[in-house]
């Protein structure tokens, strides 16, 4: 158990739909990294916080968007959703969000869009 | 696009044996980072490799980096059963304040019992 705390654990929804992908990172983390996991595309960054700012984006679509809550806890929204967005979204949380730092990752939410 | 590489894709092997993967990088780093997942489960991070060392073990892991060929080897002796994983390496962009790692599309190890 890696200390991050990730819900749901599955989502089934419809194109077209909105839905939110919840994290807790570990006790005492102050930075949150949300992955993207597909068969074909691999592992993708999308976007970083460190203490309730954004400090790192990826290759998040404009549809996608985040934030670090004061209690450090993020939120992944995803809109307009579309098959292609059917994958396993994967937060990661580090102590001061610096690429030495070892990441530690939740369990994943996998998202199934029909 | 991806930064790390690794190769080869899948790799079978005996228990017992030792598992070599290798990961190749196109740009300078700061440092490398070596990371397992089981299936459909969350990345585990094993070792982590600064640009100026050339070798680092960690129990029955060794890592070994050769910047002059921007490239990484994870060797993984006596394997076990339990090994059957992805393993991905992890580079970040290099430079100061370098934030974010960028994975490879992994090597995934199945040892046969």
Redesign the interface.
């Known amino acids: 158990d890696?200390g991050?705390t990730q819900t749901p654990k599955h989502l089934i929804t419809a194109t077209g739909q909105r839905v939110t992908l919840r994290c807790s990172p570990r006790s005492g983390d102050l930075s949150v990294?949300w992955?993207q996991q597909s068969l074909d595309q691999?592992?993708q960054?999308l976007i970083?916080y460190?203490n309730g700012e954004e400090?790192?984006k990826?290759n998040i679509l404009e549809r996608f968007s985040a934030q670090q809550f004061p209690d450090l806890h993020s939120e992944l929204n995803l809109s307009s959703l579309e098959l292609g967005d059917s994958a396993?979204y994967?937060c990661?949380s580090s102590p001061r969000?610096?690429?030495?730092n070892?990441?530690?990752?939740?369990?994943?939410t996998?998202l199934t869009v029909l | 696009s991806q930064q790390g590489e690794e190769d080869p894709q899948a790799l079978s092997i005996q228990e017992g044996e030792n598992a070599t993967m290798n990961c190749s990088y196109k740009t300078s780093i700061n440092n490398l980072q070596w990371y397992r997942q089981n299936s459909g489960r969350g990345l585990v991070h094993l070792i982590l490799i600064r640009s100026n060392e050339r070798e680092k073990h960690s129990g029955r892991l060794r890592v070994t980096l050769d910047t002059s060929k921007k490239s990484s080897s994870l060797l993984i002796t006596a394997s076990r059963a339990a090994d059957t994983a992805s393993y991905f390496c992890a580079t970040d962009a290099g430079g100061a304040g370098s934030y974010q790692l960028t994975f490879g599309k992994g090597t995934k190890l199945s040892v046969i019992p």
């Open positions: 890696s991050v990294y992955y691999g592992l960054f970083q460190y400090r790192a990826g396993l994967f990661a969000g610096f690429s030495y070892e990441q530690f990752f939740g369990p994943g996998r």
